[in-house]
């Protein structure tokens, strides 16, 4: 790291940004785990991204990120002479003609976030609205004892045909997340005894499903929806296990609000730095479990959510990766992806 005019700190590894700009949202998610945070806007912090040397990619989170337009349009106008990937992740029920107008015209690429119609928001998106993003660059949802899978992908699949989406299946069938647990929010009224169970069985056939199809029909694993999903997070994640950190605050990847605080998780309200005096790399690695250093698994998890409060994702990790991996070193023109 090296001071900037006496006044910011500039990490010289920094590539990814995830810029928290307040917690405001029109809806009221049953299984969202954001805490609730009076951000103020900290121009200081469009210099420091503007300084940071290695930074490619920045991601505008909230609350929902369109009731930051004004914010999100600084930090692009700031960063107009750098080549970034911007990508965004909205509830999709925002999606009017105005909306859909300025997304276009700016370089961002759309996630929405979507739970089939039979979900646990209230909220229903019209998708004739996504089909007019230039950028969309697909779905995700998380799963819980609420979510049949049957019916979730049934949703998807009536999408599919309805709205023209076949060239974005890879995209848009993307894999269910398991409910975070956290201590701000336990979820426990979400979750059933068989519901880890359901989502193991459900990854695992889907995986297994996937792979007899490229072998029957010499298809590349990474052309499979599920197969390219996990691929793309184990290679996301190996890239930073020679760093210090965890999955979500390392030293490629930074949670930034934004009044210039660090945080542990963009979710959370374990502050471990800020623009002016950098992050405190004691402080995050103090948040390791002691059982995920002695894992075999630490550099392709690097923990799946460190303010967990039980061991499910955990487990899932033990079971799902291996079970992957295994399967993808079994095709002989799989084992270059690894």
């Not at 929902?64 to 750098?82: F, G, N, T, W």
């Not at 997304?103 to 929405?112: A, E, Q, S, T, V």
């Not at 990854?203 to 007899?212: G, P, V």
């Not at 995920?292 to 033990?318: G, H």
Request: hydrophobic content about 35%; overall charge positive; glycine content about 4%.
């Amino acid at each position: 790291m090296h001071v900037h005019n006496k006044n910011l700190i500039i990490p010289k590894n920094i590539k990814r940004v995830i810029i928290t700009f307040g917690t405001k949202c029109n809806l009221h998610c049953t299984y969202c785990h954001q805490t609730f945070k009076d951000i103020s806007f900290n121009k200081d912090i469009l210099q420091w991204l503007k300084e940071l040397p290695s930074l490619s990619k920045i991601k505008f989170s909230g609350g929902e990120p369109l009731l930051y337009k004004k914010e999100i349009d600084s930090v692009l106008s700031c960063m107009k002479d750098r080549q970034i990937k911007y990508t965004m992740m909205t509830n999709g029920t925002l999606l009017n003609d105005n909306n859909i107008e300025w997304l276009n015209k700016r370089p961002i690429h759309i996630g929405i976030s979507y739970d089939g119609n039979n979900n646990l928001r209230n909220a229903v998106i019209d998708f004739s609205k996504v089909k007019q993003l230039k950028k969309f660059s697909g779905i995700a949802t998380v799963f819980t004892s609420h979510l049949s899978l049957k019916s979730y992908y049934d949703d998807i699949t009536y999408i599919i045909n309805k709205y023209g989406f076949e060239d974005k299946y890879k995209t848009i069938l993307s894999v269910p997340l398991f409910v975070h647990q956290t201590i701000n929010k336990p979820n426990n009224n979400l979750i059933k005894d068989n519901t880890l169970n359901d989502y193991l069985m459900f990854i695992k056939l889907s995986l297994d499903n996937e792979f007899e199809i490229c072998k029957n029909k010499n298809i590349s694993p990474l052309d499979m929806p599920f197969i390219y999903a996990f691929h793309r997070a184990i290679t996301k994640i190996k890239k930073i296990k020679s760093s210090w950190g965890v999955k979500c605050c390392n030293e490629y990847n930074i949670q930034l609000l934004a009044n210039g605080d660090f945080m542990l998780c963009g979710y959370g309200t374990t502050k471990v730095g800020d623009i002016y005096s950098g992050i405190d790399t004691e402080k995050v690695e103090s948040f390791i479990p002691e059982k995920c250093k002695q894992c075999s698994l630490w550099n392709i998890c690097r923990n799946p959510c460190v303010l967990n409060v039980t061991d499910n994702e955990c487990k899932i990790v033990k079971e799902v990766y291996p079970f992957f991996i295994d399967k993808l070193r079994s095709i002989d023109h799989a084992t270059a992806c690894l």
